[in-house]
Each structure stands twice: as C-alpha cells, then as structure tokens.
C-alpha cells in the first residue's frame, strides 16, 4: 500500500489538492460514479440484492466504474464462460488493487516481498464468488466511514472450470485441460465440502 501512496503522490507532485481525477489518472484507472437514477446502477443493485444471504441486508452508499486498460488488454475474450463475479479483500488493499489490478499470488510474493498467509480451499489464485454474501466475508470495514465496505465484481472468464468437492489447498495450477477450478457448493446429493455458495479461483 505504501508503494502504491508513493506513486500517486510522485505522480501528482506531492499535491495533497491534486484533483481527484488527477489521483485516477495517477492510479492509472478511469473511475466514475454510477449515477443512483440510472439502469447500471439499479441492476448492479439487482445482482447485489440477489445474491444476498435470507436475513441479511446490504446497504448501497456508492457504485463505482472502473476500467483498467492493462487488464482490458489482457483479458481473454476468446474463453468462454464470462459472469460477473464478486471479489472480497481488504479495505486497505483496494489501492494496492485499483494501482496494478488483481495480481496472482506469486507475483505478490515475489515481486512486492509480501507474505502470503491466506492459502484458500483450492490453493494459491484469485478468489471470485457468485454470491455478495461470501465475498464480504473477506473485506474489512473502513477505519473512517463506520461499516462501510468495498466490494469489487468483475467480469471473469472462467474458460473450462474444474469441479471439486473437497478442499486441495496444494493446487498451484488448475488440472490440464482446465483454465480455472470450481468448489462446488454442498448438497443432499454430493456431499460436497464446500459449504458456502460457490466459489470460482483462477489459480496459475
């Protein structure tokens, strides 16, 4: 994170005024506001509200648009099977994501010096999920805004998803043949260790 405030701060000149879109442009992104009144916004809300756990309720403070043109480049359009997923972390990893997108756990630990010390249920990937409720699971609340939590959902090819049913934290790959693994969630008839709702990792 501090890496990431120090980009920011060279690359507005150390201008604690610097225009807001200045500090975007410094982060390399393009973000605006979703405005409340219009279509995006009221299906994101839709997609939220739908995929939140009976009982629990989650407020909307703010939708944002925000597009990265590495990760647009990047992006395999060709792979099939693209959803909109939700990804949970950190309030204080946000920049750190906004600063260089979502980077493989490798990458984080051998090119920033990070330990990584959250091995998930199908190993070392980046963590999506089809359900809201899950992936808050994974955010903090903001130290500022009492409560207050981001959470991301991105447009994820998952290509061909390889099913588990139990946990393979070892995994450094999804199995040949597969772009991506799938832990499915349990039930009466496949016993499934996964008890939330599904969870999708892309793991290289």
């Given amino acids: 994170m501090l ?3 120090l980009t920011v701060n060279e690359l507005t000149n150390w201008n604690v005024k610097a225009p807001i879109e200045a500090k975007y442009r410094a982060l390399k992104c393009h ?3 979703v405005a409340s009144s219009t279509i995006d ?4 809300a839709k997609l939220i509200q739908s995929s939140t756990n009976s009982g629990e309720e989650i407020l909307i403070h703010n939708i944002f648009s925000v597009t990265k043109q590495t990760d647009a480049l990047n992006f395999r359009r060709t ?3 693209q959803w909109q997923l939700f990804h949970g972390s950190k309030y204080v990893n946000i920049l750190g994501i906004l600063s260089r997108g979502l980077v493989m756990p490798k990458i984080v630990a051998e090119q920033l010096g990070v330990e990584r010390t959250d091995v998930g249920c199908l190993g ?3 963590y999506f999920s089809d359900s809201a409720s899950t992936s808050l699971k994974y955010t903090t609340a903001s130290a500022i805004r009492s409560g ?4 991301c959902i991105c447009q994820v090819a998952l290509g061909e998803s390889a099913n588990y049913y139990s946990f393979s934290p070892t995994l450094t790959k999804p199995p040949d043949g597969f772009h991506s693994t799938h832990g499915v969630k349990r ?11 599904e969870i999708f990792t892309r793991t290289y």
């Fill in 3 to 5: 890496r990431d405030m």
């Fill in 31 to 33: 973000i605006e506001t």
């Fill in 41 to 44: 916004f009221r299906n994101i």
């Fill in 79 to 81: 792979l099939s099977h």
């Fill in 124 to 126: 070392y990937g980046i």
């Fill in 148 to 151: 207050r939590r981001l959470l």
């Fill in 187 to 197: 039930t009466e008839e496949n016993q499934s260790k996964f008890t939330v709702t």
